[in-house]
C-alpha cells in the first residue's frame, strides 16, 4: 500500500505544468457558454416562458419526432451495428464511413443530400409520392426523417463497439447447445450488450431532441408541423431573446441529464463477464450431446491446461465419431461409443483449433464429421449436434445456473416448463440444486 501511495504521488507531482494550462482552458472554453445560459436566464418568468403554447406545441412535436426517431434508429441501426461488428464483406470500410458521415456533415449540408434524395424533385421522392403518396418535406414525417439521419450513427457506433468487446465464446456455446443464430441474438448477444444498447440510445434520443439544420433546411419550420423545439429557440432569438435563452436552458438541462444518466452506469469499463477475453483456452471439453448444459459427475473429461477433451457419450444414446480435420496439419479422429479422448500439447499447438473445427467455428482448419451414420459436415454448428464447454465456462452471465442449465434443452425447443424441472433434477443431483436462482458471478469457480 506504501508502494502504491507513493507512486501515486510521484505521478501527481510529476504532472507537466505546460499541459494543465491548456487543459484548465479548454474547461473554461467549454464551461463559459453554459455559464452564459444560466447567468442571462431571468428565473422569475422561466416558468410562464416553457408553458407558454408555442412552447408547449414545440416540445409535445419534439418528442414524438426524437422517440420516433430512435425508434427507427433501433430498428434499422442495431442490425447495422450486428453487421459491421461481427460481418467481414467487401465494402465494410466504406459502410463504416457512410455511418460515420452525418456526425461530421455540417447539419445544412445534410438537409440539402436528404432534399436530393427524398424530396420532390430527388432521386427518389416522386416515386414515393406517386406511389405511396408520401412527400416527406415540409411534414412531420420529414423532420422524423431528419432527425433520425443525424442521430442514428450514434447507436450504431455505440452498440458497435460493445459487440466487438463482447467474448465470442458466448455465442460459439449457444450455437453448439443447437440455438439458431436469431435465438443467440435475441437470447444471448442482445441481453449482454444492454448497457451499450441503452447509452446509444440515449445518446441518439438526445441527439434527435436538438437537431435543428437539416430539419430547417428538409423539413421547413411550419408551427405544429415541423418546428420543433431548436426550431421555436431560433425564432425567439429573434422576437423575445429573454425566452429563447430560457428554452435553451431547458434543452441544455435534457441534455445534461442524459449524459449524467450515462455516466458509470451504462459507460463504465467493461468485465470479464461481458467483454472479449482470451479466446477458448487449452482444454475445452467437446461432447456430442441433447442439449442438456451439464456436468457428467460420473464421466467428467480431462479439461487440463495442456490439454482438450472429446467427449463421446451423449446422454441420448452412444455412437461413434469419425473426424477427417484438414488445415496446416492434418488427422484423422475415430472414436467408439463410450471412448474419451485426450489432446495433448503445448500452447499453440491446435487443440482448441481442432475443437473448433468439429464444431464448424473456424476457417482455419475444416473437418469431414460423421456421427454415427449422420454426416454432419456441411451443417451449421447448431445443427451439428455437437457441444462444447469452454473451460473458462462461457457461463451466461445475464442467465441464472438454472436457466443456464436449460438453455440447451430450450434451443431444442422444449417447453419452458419442462426444460426448467429437468435441469433443476441435474442440479439437485449434482448437489447443486439451492443455488439454481443465482447468477454465474455469485457462483465459486
Known sequence: MRRLRTRRT???????????????????????????????????????????????????????????????????????????????FPGKTLVRSLVLLPMVLPPTVGGVALLLGFGRRGLIGPWMESTFGIVLPFHTSGAVVAATFVAMPFLVISLEGTLAGLRPAYEETAASLGASPTRVFLTVTLPMVVPGLVAGAALTWARALGEFGATITFAGNLPGTTQTLPLQVYLLLQNSPEAATSVSLLLLAIAMAVLLGLRGRWTGTSTDRGVRGAEPTPGDVLAPGDGMRIPDGDRAAPATEAGAAVDVPPPSGNWPLHAEVTGFNQLTLDAGPGTTIAVVGPNGAGKTTLLRALLGLTPRAHAELRLGDLDVTTLPPHRRGVAWVPQSGALFPHLSALSNTAYGLRAHRVRRAEARRTAQQWLDRLGVGHLARRKPHQLSG
Open 10 to 88: 510521484a505521478g501527481r507531482a510529476g504532472t507537466p505544468v505546460v499541459l494543465v494550462l491548456p487543459a484548465l482552458l479548454a474547461v473554461a472554453f467549454l464551461l463559459l457558454p453554459l455559464l452564459g445560459v444560466l447567468v442571462r436566464t431571468s428565473w422569475g418568468d422561466l416558468g410562464s416562458q416553457l408553458t407558454s403554447p408555442d412552447v408547449v406545441e414545440a416540445l409535445k412535436l419534439s418528442l414524438l419526432v426524437s422517440f420516433c426517431a430512435l425508434g427507427i434508429s433501433l430498428v434499422l441501426g442495431v442490425p447495422l451495428a450486428w453487421l459491421l461488428a461481427r460481418v467481414d
